[in-house]
């Protein structure tokens, strides 16, 4: 689960910018939209949505926790001398070109700890990395280093709670390379004690960004899996018209909205929905065509393809697997754009997902919108409506509603449009 996220000098955010999941005093939908964790004191949000006006850097929100993720799982295999893939410093200021970029995240991991990892890093070198760890809710400092700007070296430090021995140790930090996290380099070294931690960023943590499509092989695997009962009742239950869906298989190619298969009786198990899809390398594949039932007013069965439905009904598709995944799971899914291509009625539904009875694992749902129908106090609680705008720097500035202290009863929708909250554009006449 996610407690908080924080980013500075990256893209369009100059100073530090934290996003927070704890929730506030008010006890508006407590069961619904309010977790209470054992063995940690928070309450944490299921949700949380953030608006803004275009090119105001809602979207580098998600695209730097992403960035953090890609870090931890693919640094220790870069080569000497790379460069740090993703770093993208704040341009529009004299100093921070050249200053690295700082990450931070606080999660509880499925171990039930709550882990701090912070990570300081331009494209050619990390610069600092540390991680707290809160067995039992006690702050234990596992390792931290830091590069010495006069020797160039790092200075190492290890809390007494890390385990391994001298030599291990010695290892694990002298096999870190400066273009690659510690963290990073320990799992590969087969360290234990940070599996927890790991796994719950490699598999837990899960981001769609804008512009990338959505990997449709999570909602594919259910079906394959004979559970297509799932995805035909969300799809239902969003009122598209649908009422069947199958795969059908094919050893060559035919002109269908279709995906290349491994010939195999089980899919790759899959965690990320925006990765894209890369054929495997294999003599032996097939070519997956989607196809959709529709029921005539005379009881006969009319089949689609699926690339004939609308955008929305693809969209949906592609989403649903990720979404029965991620709220079986109990992992955190992070959607840029929710709205893209739904009807606001279908985005609410999506929403109210991880505020019901399906959400049993605490999974939750970060997302990015103009939608303002969804600024609901039926829907969201009031800490759950985050606002980014740009400052006079043309920095990006993170802000919660709760900053503007709205009463129970304010329209917040209302309130928002009429520039009560600031992040609007200002349109000028043409």
Avoid at 154 to 175: C, I, L, M, P, R
Wanted: hydrophobic share 40%.
């Amino acid at each position: 689960m996610l407690i908080e996220f924080g980013v500075a000098n990256y893209r369009s955010i100059l100073g530090k910018q934290t996003l927070s999941l704890v929730a506030g005093a008010g006890n508006d939908h407590e069961q619904k939209n309010v977790m209470h964790c054992e063995g940690n004191p928070d309450r944490l949000l299921r949700s949380a949505a953030i608006y803004g006006p275009n090119a105001a850097g809602k979207s580098n929100l998600l695209k730097a926790i992403s960035l953090l993720q890609r870090l931890i799982l693919h640094t220790a295999s870069s080569q000497e001398g790379v460069q740090i893939s993703g770093i993208a410093p704040f341009l529009l200021d004299k100093d921070s070109p050249l200053a690295p970029t700082e990450l931070n995240m606080v999660f509880v991991a499925d171990d039930g700890v709550k882990y701090e990892y912070f990570v300081s890093a331009t494209s050619k070198l990390i610069y600092k990395e540390w991680l707290v760890a809160y067995p039992n809710n006690r702050p234990q400092r596992w390792f931290e280093r830091e590069l010495n700007p006069v020797s160039k070296k790092y200075n190492w430090w290890f809390g007494t709670k890390f385990k391994g021995d001298k030599a291990e140790k010695k290892v694990w930090s002298e096999f870190t390379r400066g273009n690659a996290l510690f963290f990073s380099t320990a799992i590969q070294l087969n360290n234990e004690q940070l599996k927890p931690a790991f796994n719950w960023i490699a598999n837990k943590l899960i981001v769609v960004s804008s512009g990338i499509p959505i990997d449709p092989l999570l909602s594919i695997d259910l079906i394959k899996l004979n559970e297509e009962g799932k995805i035909l009742d969300y799809l239902k239950a969003a009122d598209i018209g649908i009422d069947g869906i199958r795969i059908q298989e094919d050893e060559h190619q035919t002109p269908v909205f279709q995906v290349m298969m491994n010939n195999s009786s089980k899919l790759p198990s899959r965690t990320n929905l925006s990765n894209g899809f890369n054929a495997l390398e294999s003599q032996s594949s097939k070519f997956i065509s989607i196809l959709t039932d529709h029921i005539t007013n005379n009881n006969s069965i009319v089949h689609f393809s699926l690339e004939d439905e609308s955008d929305g009904t693809k969209k949906l598709f592609n989403l649903t697997g990720g979404w029965i995944r991620s709220l079986e799971w109990g992992a955190t899914l992070l959607v840029d754009e929710l709205e893209s291509s739904l009807h606001t009625y279908i985005s609410k539904f999506l929403v109210g997902l991880f505020h019901g009875s399906k959400n049993i694992n605490n999974a939750q749902l970060i997302f990015t919108t103009h939608d303002t129908n969804l600024l609901d106090t039926n829907l969201l609680r009031r800490d759950q409506i985050w606002f980014v705008e740009k400052n006079p720097n043309k920095a990006t500035e993170l802000y919660s509603l709760l900053e503007y202290k709205p009463r129970k009863d304010e329209v917040i929708e209302r309130g928002y449009l009429k520039g009560r909250y600031g992040a609007i554009p200002f349109v000028r006449e043409f």
